[in-house]
């Protein structure tokens, strides 16, 4: 009879240190994961390191499809520089200082980065930002229009796409042509808990046609400092999934086994504690 309790009492003592090292191994565990989550830890980098002087402007490529509007005091000098559009009725009419921007007809960037303007001519655009455009524009119409011309010019197609482990995918068109990557996963609803956040993915393609694939990590702060945080027209962003998103588990599963596991051992460990008592 002591055999079998000092049997059971040893079965006992090896059950729970085994039961302490499956939850000290679970607690590690979480606490490991947990570091993978917030993003842009260590903070105090980006305050160490010196910040643009100059604010982010997009530059136009090819294939971009380009808003200009020129208008002065008289609408008559600014009309032959401009589209002309088609009214609700069919008829031509001419932009003037008062058309709206949805009914203006737009250019289109070709492969060399140029566009065929009014009287102007062939310009080269490609590689500009909206105000360099505007100044070039202004500046060779002063021959044609004595007083100084106010030229606006919109990208109307900037768009980017986020994709993979976010709450809602999908392409989004950035009406200030502005956007940085922060932003873009805050239009697709963030990153699920799937997400892996050091591996997210970052496709550009290039004014000549080539791509490429940056790897950015958004637990690090000084990705606020690299040059690929504010994002270009067409980008796209992909959020890696995590190993157990892959294998069509989740964290709610995985904790779910740590407990059956656990659960089974100690039912199984007060089984034979009984059985060796009688």
Known sequence: MNNSFCIAASIQKKAGGIFS???????????QSYKKVPYLQD???????????????????PKDQLTVVVSCTNPELAAPFNLTTIGSAGLTTENSQGASQSSQQTYLVDNEGNINFPVLGTLKVGGLTKKEVEQMIVEKLKPYIKETPIVTARMVNYKISVLGEVASPGTFTISNEKVNLLEALAMAGDMTIYGI????????????????????????AETLLSPYYWLQQNDIVYVTP?????????????????FSATSVLVSLTNLLVTIFKK
């Open 21 to 31: 090292c499956l939850i000290a191994l679970f607690l590690l565990t979480s606490c």
């Open 242 to 258: 995590n190993k157990a998103k892959a294998r069509n588990s989740d964290i709610s599963n995985s904790t779910s086994l740590w």
């Open 43 to 61: 903070s105090e980098v980006v305050g160490q390191v010196a910040q643009q002087k100059t604010l982010y402007d997009a530059r136009i490529m």
């Open 197 to 220: 956040r050091d591996n997210v993915k970052l496709i550009r393609e290039s004014a000549d046609g080539k791509q490429q694939i940056i790897t950015l990590d958004l637990n690090k």
